[in-house]
Protein backbone atom coordinates (compact mmCIF):
# COMPACT_ATOMS: atom_id res chain seq x y z
CA UNK A 1 0.00 0.00 0.00
CA UNK A 2 1.68 2.98 -1.00
CA UNK A 3 0.63 6.28 0.40
CA UNK A 4 1.33 9.79 -0.51
CA UNK A 5 3.42 12.13 1.67
CA UNK A 6 1.69 14.73 3.86
CA UNK A 7 -0.90 12.39 4.87
CA UNK A 8 -3.30 12.92 8.10
CA UNK A 9 -2.38 10.40 11.00
CA UNK A 10 -6.33 10.19 11.63
CA UNK A 11 -6.75 9.55 7.64
CA UNK A 12 -3.79 7.27 8.17
CA UNK A 13 -5.20 5.31 10.87
CA UNK A 14 -8.88 4.95 9.16
CA UNK A 15 -6.84 3.78 6.03
CA UNK A 16 -5.16 1.14 7.62
CA UNK A 17 -8.52 0.03 9.66
CA UNK A 18 -10.39 -0.40 6.30
CA UNK A 19 -7.49 -2.58 5.51
CA UNK A 20 -7.42 -4.78 7.73
CA UNK A 21 -11.95 -5.16 8.09
CA UNK A 22 -11.36 -5.78 4.49
CA UNK A 23 -8.56 -8.32 4.77
CA UNK A 24 -10.65 -10.09 7.94
CA UNK A 25 -14.28 -10.43 5.48
CA UNK A 26 -11.53 -11.66 2.60
CA UNK A 27 -11.79 -15.64 4.08
CA UNK A 28 -15.45 -16.21 3.08
CA UNK A 29 -18.99 -15.42 4.04
CA UNK A 30 -19.96 -14.63 7.77
CA UNK A 31 -21.62 -17.25 9.95
CA UNK A 32 -25.01 -15.15 9.12
CA UNK A 33 -24.49 -15.33 5.51
CA UNK A 34 -23.99 -19.14 6.10
CA UNK A 35 -27.30 -19.66 7.80
CA UNK A 36 -29.19 -17.86 4.93
CA UNK A 37 -27.93 -20.23 2.76
CA UNK A 38 -28.82 -23.07 4.36
CA UNK A 39 -32.14 -22.07 4.91
CA UNK A 40 -32.75 -20.96 1.56
CA UNK A 41 -31.96 -25.07 0.87
CA UNK A 42 -33.91 -26.39 3.62
CA UNK A 43 -37.20 -23.85 2.68
CA UNK A 44 -36.99 -24.92 -1.01
CA UNK A 45 -36.34 -28.89 -0.17
CA UNK A 46 -38.69 -31.21 -1.94
CA UNK A 47 -37.05 -34.57 0.19
CA UNK A 48 -34.56 -35.90 2.36
CA UNK A 49 -33.50 -39.07 3.73
CA UNK A 50 -31.38 -39.48 6.95
CA UNK A 51 -29.95 -42.22 9.23
CA UNK A 52 -29.49 -41.00 12.91
CA UNK A 53 -28.76 -41.91 16.58
CA UNK A 54 -31.74 -40.70 18.30
CA UNK A 55 -31.43 -40.10 22.62
CA UNK A 56 -34.37 -38.62 24.27
CA UNK A 57 -34.57 -37.69 28.32
CA UNK A 58 -38.10 -38.47 29.45
CA UNK A 59 -38.26 -37.50 32.66
CA UNK A 60 -35.19 -38.50 33.72
CA UNK A 61 -35.17 -41.47 31.70
CA UNK A 62 -32.73 -42.13 29.08
CA UNK A 63 -33.71 -43.80 25.67
CA UNK A 64 -31.73 -44.66 22.66
CA UNK A 65 -32.69 -45.74 19.34
CA UNK A 66 -30.99 -46.47 15.92
CA UNK A 67 -33.39 -44.49 13.13
CA UNK A 68 -33.62 -43.64 9.38
CA UNK A 69 -36.06 -40.86 8.65
CA UNK A 70 -37.46 -39.60 5.26
CA UNK A 71 -39.77 -36.90 3.79
CA UNK A 72 -40.03 -33.21 3.17
CA UNK A 73 -41.22 -30.05 5.67
CA UNK A 74 -44.72 -31.22 5.46
CA UNK A 75 -44.99 -34.96 6.16
CA UNK A 76 -42.48 -38.14 6.70
CA UNK A 77 -41.49 -41.20 8.32
CA UNK A 78 -39.22 -42.43 11.03
CA UNK A 79 -38.35 -46.42 11.08
CA UNK A 80 -36.71 -47.65 13.93
CA UNK A 81 -33.56 -50.05 13.24
CA UNK A 82 -32.33 -50.74 16.58
CA UNK A 83 -33.06 -51.90 19.45
CA UNK A 84 -33.89 -55.11 18.07
CA UNK A 85 -37.08 -55.09 19.89
CA UNK A 86 -38.61 -52.44 18.64
CA UNK A 87 -36.65 -52.76 14.74
CA UNK A 88 -39.33 -52.39 12.71
CA UNK A 89 -41.56 -49.74 14.51
CA UNK A 90 -42.42 -46.68 12.23
CA UNK A 91 -44.30 -43.69 12.96
CA UNK A 92 -45.47 -41.24 9.88
CA UNK A 93 -46.59 -37.72 10.11
CA UNK A 94 -48.52 -35.39 8.16
CA UNK A 95 -50.73 -32.23 8.55
CA UNK A 96 -53.36 -34.20 9.79
CA UNK A 97 -51.10 -35.93 12.57
CA UNK A 98 -49.18 -39.07 13.36
CA UNK A 99 -49.67 -42.52 13.21
CA UNK A 100 -47.70 -45.19 14.40
CA UNK A 101 -47.31 -48.85 12.39
CA UNK A 102 -45.82 -51.36 14.77
CA UNK A 103 -46.71 -55.07 12.92
CA UNK A 104 -48.93 -54.48 10.52
CA UNK A 105 -51.12 -52.91 13.70
CA UNK A 106 -51.53 -49.08 12.30
CA UNK A 107 -52.62 -46.97 15.66
CA UNK A 108 -53.54 -43.18 14.98
CA UNK A 109 -51.77 -41.44 17.97
CA UNK A 110 -52.86 -37.71 17.33
CA UNK A 111 -50.40 -35.12 18.35
CA UNK A 112 -48.35 -37.40 20.58
CA UNK A 113 -46.67 -33.65 22.21
CA UNK A 114 -47.88 -30.54 21.72
CA UNK A 115 -44.51 -29.02 22.37
CA UNK A 116 -42.89 -31.21 19.84
CA UNK A 117 -40.41 -32.49 21.89
CA UNK A 118 -40.85 -36.23 21.74
CA UNK A 119 -38.82 -38.92 19.89
CA UNK A 120 -41.28 -39.05 17.57
CA UNK A 121 -42.22 -35.30 16.82
CA UNK A 122 -38.26 -34.32 16.89
CA UNK A 123 -37.70 -34.00 13.26
CA UNK A 124 -40.65 -31.98 11.81
CA UNK A 125 -39.79 -29.86 14.77
CA UNK A 126 -36.34 -29.24 13.54
CA UNK A 127 -37.22 -28.69 10.55
CA UNK A 128 -39.80 -26.19 10.93
CA UNK A 129 -37.14 -24.22 13.31
CA UNK A 130 -34.59 -24.62 10.42
CA UNK A 131 -37.16 -23.18 8.20
CA UNK A 132 -38.92 -20.38 9.99
CA UNK A 133 -37.28 -20.19 13.96
CA UNK A 134 -36.25 -17.28 14.83
CA UNK A 135 -32.34 -16.78 14.63
CA UNK A 136 -30.74 -16.86 17.87
CA UNK A 137 -27.32 -17.82 17.30
CA UNK A 138 -24.77 -19.08 15.08
CA UNK A 139 -20.97 -19.72 14.40
CA UNK A 140 -18.50 -21.38 12.10
CA UNK A 141 -16.92 -24.68 13.56
CA UNK A 142 -14.01 -27.31 13.05
CA UNK A 143 -12.48 -24.48 10.61
CA UNK A 144 -15.10 -23.21 9.11
CA UNK A 145 -16.10 -27.18 7.66
CA UNK A 146 -20.04 -26.86 9.99
CA UNK A 147 -22.26 -24.25 10.72
CA UNK A 148 -23.81 -23.84 14.70
CA UNK A 149 -26.97 -22.04 14.74
CA UNK A 150 -29.65 -22.08 17.15
CA UNK A 151 -33.23 -21.19 16.43
CA UNK A 152 -36.24 -20.91 18.54
CA UNK A 153 -39.36 -23.24 17.91
CA UNK A 154 -41.97 -20.89 16.09
CA UNK A 155 -44.65 -23.07 17.55
CA UNK A 156 -43.46 -23.31 20.85
CA UNK A 157 -40.81 -20.42 21.86
CA UNK A 158 -39.16 -22.49 25.56
CA UNK A 159 -38.09 -24.97 22.99
CA UNK A 160 -34.96 -24.08 21.24
CA UNK A 161 -32.75 -26.85 18.07
CA UNK A 162 -29.66 -26.51 18.76
CA UNK A 163 -27.94 -27.50 14.76
CA UNK A 164 -24.98 -28.37 12.96
CA UNK A 165 -24.65 -28.27 9.01
CA UNK A 166 -21.95 -29.74 6.75
CA UNK A 167 -21.18 -26.38 4.96
CA UNK A 168 -20.72 -28.67 1.58
CA UNK A 169 -23.99 -30.50 1.81
CA UNK A 170 -25.81 -28.84 4.17
CA UNK A 171 -27.28 -31.54 5.18
CA UNK A 172 -27.72 -32.09 9.13
CA UNK A 173 -24.68 -33.69 11.08
CA UNK A 174 -26.29 -33.27 14.76
CA UNK A 175 -29.54 -31.63 16.22
CA UNK A 176 -30.75 -30.68 20.14
CA UNK A 177 -33.55 -29.98 21.32
CA UNK A 178 -34.22 -28.08 24.43
CA UNK A 179 -36.62 -26.55 26.95
CA UNK A 180 -35.40 -24.56 29.48
CA UNK A 181 -31.61 -25.17 29.29
CA UNK A 182 -32.53 -29.00 29.03
CA UNK A 183 -31.77 -31.00 26.26
CA UNK A 184 -34.53 -33.94 25.48
CA UNK A 185 -33.95 -35.19 22.05
CA UNK A 186 -30.61 -35.36 20.47
CA UNK A 187 -29.97 -36.39 16.92
CA UNK A 188 -26.67 -37.61 15.81
CA UNK A 189 -26.45 -38.06 11.83
CA UNK A 190 -25.01 -40.49 10.40
CA UNK A 191 -26.12 -39.15 6.93
CA UNK A 192 -28.39 -36.87 5.77
CA UNK A 193 -29.41 -35.62 2.19
CA UNK A 194 -31.87 -33.35 0.75
CA UNK A 195 -33.22 -32.43 -3.10
CA UNK A 196 -34.03 -29.00 -3.58
CA UNK A 197 -36.06 -27.10 -5.84
CA UNK A 198 -35.22 -23.62 -5.88
CA UNK A 199 -38.37 -22.69 -8.17
CA UNK A 200 -40.61 -23.89 -5.49
CA UNK A 201 -39.15 -21.84 -2.44
Keep these: MHLAKGVPKKLLTLVLACALLSGCGA ?10 EVRASYDCMTAYTASAALTANCNGRVYSYEADFSGN ?6 TVTAPENLSGCSVSWDED ?7 Q ?8 NGDGLSPVD ?3 TILTC ?11 EADG ?3 YAEFENPENPACTALCWFDLTTHGLLRAELTSEGQTLVTLTFHSFLLDSDPSSG
Excluded: N
Design 122 to 124: AMP
Design 105 to 112: VELDTGDL
Design 145 to 147: AEL
Design 73 to 78: LTSGMM
Design 97 to 103: GTVLDWE
Design 130 to 140: CTTGLLLECAL
Design 27 to 36: GGASATDQVD
